[in-house]
């Protein structure tokens, strides 16, 4: 008898542990959002006769086994699975990503010439409403559209990246803030 319930208590202690280490490894490879330090605030400025609203927040990432930092995005409010990429100029979707997000450029569109590893590829262009990742947003970005297959992530580049208030890695967690 003392053998079975030290069985069972066992048992409740390790099934208690698998919901944290799968949201752990879902976080770490960019299936799940990972949650922002601090909350986010924002304010309301009017223009001419429309209001703006923009959203003031961070992130914090962790790379992944790889080294990458790999994140759920919101792009046009909806979930994409991006890699932050400081080395791509623009952020770059893949053609999969941007029929996902109703953009459905024709072939005519292949016209932007961007020099890769592989050799010269000709993307489409594309501009974005809104990008957050965590309760970091920003708006108004410019995109690229990479030829159907030419690309396996979509990359979050210096478009985006510039337009934060900051974006820094410290102690191995990339930080963005905006």
Same mark, same amino acid.
């Given at each position: 008898?003392?053998?079975?319930?030290?069985?069972?208590?066992?048992?409740?202690?390790?099934?208690?542990?698998?919901?944290?280490?799968?949201?752990?490894?879902?976080?770490?490879?960019?299936?799940?959002?990972?949650?922002? *330090?601090? $909350? #986010? +605030?924002?304010?309301?400025? &009017?223009?001419? @006769?429309? =209001? !703006?609203?923009?959203?003031?927040?961070?992130?914090?990432?962790?790379?992944?086994?790889?080294?990458?930092?790999?994140?759920?995005?919101?792009?046009?409010?909806?979930?994409?699975?991006?890699?932050? *990429?400081? $080395? #791509? +100029?623009?952020?770059?979707? &893949?053609?999969? @990503?941007? =029929? !996902?997000?109703?953009?459905?450029?024709?072939?005519?569109?292949?016209?932007?010439?961007?020099?890769?590893?592989?050799?010269?590829?000709?993307?489409?262009?594309?501009?974005?409403?809104?990008?957050?990742?965590?309760? #970091?947003?920003?708006?108004?970005?410019?995109?690229?559209?990479?030829?159907?297959?030419?690309?396996?992530?979509?990359?979050?580049?210096?478009?985006?990246?510039?337009?934060?208030?900051?974006?820094?890695?410290?102690?191995?967690?990339?930080?963005?803030?905006?």
């Amino acid at each position: 008898m003392g053998r079975l319930i030290f069985l069972s208590i066992l048992a409740i202690g390790f099934f208690s542990f698998i919901p944290q280490i799968a949201m752990k490894w879902a976080t770490e490879n960019g299936y799940m959002e990972q949650s922002a *330090d601090a $909350g #986010a +605030t924002a304010y309301v400025s &009017t223009g001419t @006769d429309q =209001k !703006k609203v923009r959203h003031h927040g961070r992130a914090v990432l962790r790379a992944n086994a790889g080294g990458h930092y790999v994140a759920k995005a919101h792009i046009n409010d909806r979930p994409i699975r991006v890699m932050i *990429d400081t $080395g #791509a +100029t623009v952020v770059i979707l &893949t053609y999969e @990503d941007a =029929k !996902k997000l109703g953009l459905r450029p024709l072939k005519s569109d292949f016209t932007v010439p961007v020099n890769t590893v592989n050799g010269r590829l000709y993307n489409a262009e594309a501009q974005l409403h809104s990008v957050r990742i965590g309760e #970091a947003e920003e708006r108004s970005i410019r995109a690229l559209i990479a030829p159907e297959g030419a690309l396996g992530i979509s990359l979050m580049g210096m478009s985006f990246l510039k337009k934060l208030k900051s974006f820094r890695i410290s102690n191995g967690e990339l930080i963005l803030e905006s």
